[in-house]
């Protein structure tokens, strides 16, 4: 049974339009948010979090939006650039980091 | 170097082989954890350390065996493995664990092939 659902596998978006990731869980216990970004042949890198009391968090031209009603975060990327091609992870944890609860990952490909 | 390092990137190993992978992290944290990527499959925490304590294990087959000897170093040791582990081995290490807002940073992993 997964608690983090990452419905879309792959994304494609042009250079320099706005990306969103979608991610949507099933724990009502989780409460905090994570999401990480995977180049091949390297690990994830951590991107931006956002905590359950906030609805909003942006850095730079990532923003990450929390929806506790509906159980759903999306990441937003804008502009979106060539660099930003990757595999992005949601990532969900319950009152402390130490037990994660990841997504399958979404390939987004920035198109020139 | 510097971050999380993983040796070796690639292993291939026979079911009756006995292997070991290894993690070392540059940053200074205190807790340590491996985590398997198995084809199309969220990322599966397997094991935690907090200072060197394992304060986590997340009902893991007792062919894999990991072992802490400082804060620094985290081993993976393998013994008659299945095909079916084959995976991405990934090791991560944070400031502390059970923190809140406390970042993971990872390691490139170990891509395991079992044969």
């Known amino acids: 049974d997964q608690q983090v659902k990452q419905n879309s596998p792959s994304l494609s978006v042009q250079e320099g339009r706005i990306s969103i990731l979608n991610c949507d869980y099933t724990n009502s216990m989780f409460d905090y948010f994570l999401w990480y970004k995977k180049y091949p042949a390297e690990g994830p890198t951590f991107l931006i979090s956002?905590?359950?009391?906030?609805d909003k968090n942006e850095d730079g031209r990532f923003t990450v939006f929390l929806n506790k009603s509906a159980k759903h975060l999306s990441l937003h990327i804008v502009p979106s650039q060539p660099g930003d091609s990757a595999v992005y992870f949601c990532a969900a944890s319950e009152g402390g980091n130490e037990k994660l609860t990841f997504g399958t990952g979404t390939r987004l490909t920035i198109i020139p | 170097e510097t971050g999380v390092t993983q040796t070796p990137r690639h292993l291939v190993m026979g079911m009756t082989n006995k292997k070991s992978l290894k993690c070392e992290q540059h940053l200074g944290h205190n807790a340590m954890y491996w985590y398997k990527q198995s084809a199309k499959k969220p990322l599966e925490l397997m094991f935690v350390y907090s200072l060197e304590e394992r304060v986590e294990n997340n009902s893991v087959p007792s062919r894999f065996s990991p072992e802490c000897p400082n804060s620094s170093h985290l081993f993976l040791h393998l013994h008659t493995l299945q095909p079916e582990d084959s995976a991405l081995y990934l090791c991560a290490s944070s400031l502390k664990a059970a923190v809140v807002g406390d970042t993971q940073y990872f390691g490139p992993g170990t891509r395991l092939t079992v044969l």
């Open positions: 956002i905590s359950s009391i906030k």
